[in-house]
């Protein structure tokens, strides 16, 4: 459910509540994703009636400013233009309330959700902390950072040594044999393993007992 706080001027240029409500609606559906919004208008056509979003055309979007494309009647003939916004996005991002240092397993405990305007912000917010106990953070962090994707890397379920079954499949056949681990790695994740007879392969982490063969 998006919550949306809608800041609105001159309306007297905008042709009144009708434009207010579709103009609202339009911009829910772009920024749907989001938990809220807000924006206000700093440009606008004057003089005009019957102003109607064109959705055929695209949103632009740079930082903070939108610019929407809409139709107007002016000497009742319909034109094109765009309705400038300042924008400000909303969402509840995953913040730390600790100092963490880099390298360290991330906790829940570790972090609270806190709704932040990320307009302007630089990179991909951590939105759950649910998703918390999958990383581990490449780089200390300090109270109130906001956890990012790209600060962030995925825990090994298998390290090095471990016991695992890898799997080659050729056609409809599959084979699995016992190997060991040469190399700490997450899920998605490329590592050496070797097998009881002392053969090396290259296999993907599935999980934390289970790799495919791929050469």
Same mark, same amino acid.
């Given at each position: 459910?998006?919550?949306?706080?809608? #800041?609105? /001027?001159?309306?007297?240029? %905008?042709?009144?509540?009708?434009?207010?409500?579709?103009?609202?609606?339009?911009? !829910?559906?772009?920024?749907?994703?989001?938990?809220?919004?807000?924006?206000?208008? *700093?440009?606008?056509?004057?003089? $005009?009636?019957?102003?109607?979003? &064109?959705?055929? !055309?695209?949103?632009?979007?740079?930082?903070?400013?939108?610019? $929407?494309? $809409?139709? =107007?009647?002016?000497?009742?003939?319909?034109?094109?233009?765009?309705?400038?916004?300042? %924008? #400000?996005?909303?969402?509840?991002?995953?913040?730390?309330?600790?100092?963490?240092?880099?390298?360290?397993?991330?906790?829940? /405990?570790?972090?609270?959700?806190?709704?932040?305007?990320? +307009?302007?912000?630089?990179?991909? @917010?951590?939105?759950?902390?649910? !998703?918390?106990? &999958?990383?581990?953070?490449?780089?200390?962090?300090?109270?109130?950072?906001?956890?990012?994707? !790209?600060?962030?890397?995925?825990? @090994?379920?298998?390290?090095?040594?471990?016991?695992?079954? /890898?799997? *080659?499949? &050729?056609? &409809?056949?599959? *084979?699995?044999?016992?190997?060991?681990?040469?190399?700490?790695?997450?899920?998605?994740?490329?590592?050496?393993?070797? +097998?009881?007879?002392?053969?090396? =392969?290259?296999?993907?982490?599935?999980?934390?007992?289970?790799?495919?063969?791929?050469?």
């Amino acid at each position: 459910m998006i919550l949306t706080i809608i #800041h609105i /001027a001159a309306l007297i240029f %905008l042709g009144g509540n009708s434009f207010d409500q579709e103009l609202k609606l339009y911009l !829910e559906k772009q920024f749907s994703l989001y938990d809220g919004f807000s924006y206000e208008i *700093i440009q606008s056509p004057k003089e $005009v009636s019957a102003l109607t979003v &064109n959705e055929a !055309e695209p949103l632009k979007v740079v930082e903070n400013m939108v610019s $929407v494309p $809409v139709f =107007y009647n002016k000497d009742g003939k319909q034109k094109a233009t765009t309705v400038k916004l300042r %924008l #400000h996005l909303f969402q509840q991002v995953v913040t730390a309330v600790k100092k963490i240092k880099s390298r360290e397993d991330l906790s829940p /405990a570790d972090f609270t959700l806190e709704r932040q305007d990320i +307009t302007l912000f630089k990179g991909t @917010p951590v939105t759950s902390l649910s !998703e918390v106990v &999958n990383y581990k953070t490449k780089i200390s962090l300090y109270p109130g950072k906001i956890l990012t994707k !790209e600060i962030v890397e995925l825990k @090994p379920v298998v390290l090095s040594g471990d016991l695992v079954k /890898a799997s *080659i499949t &050729n056609g &409809n056949v599959t *084979i699995s044999l016992e190997a060991n681990a040469r190399q700490d790695g997450a899920v998605g994740d490329v590592i050496r393993v070797v +097998t009881q007879t002392k053969k090396q =392969y290259r296999a993907k982490v599935m999980d934390s007992t289970n790799v495919n063969i791929i050469e």
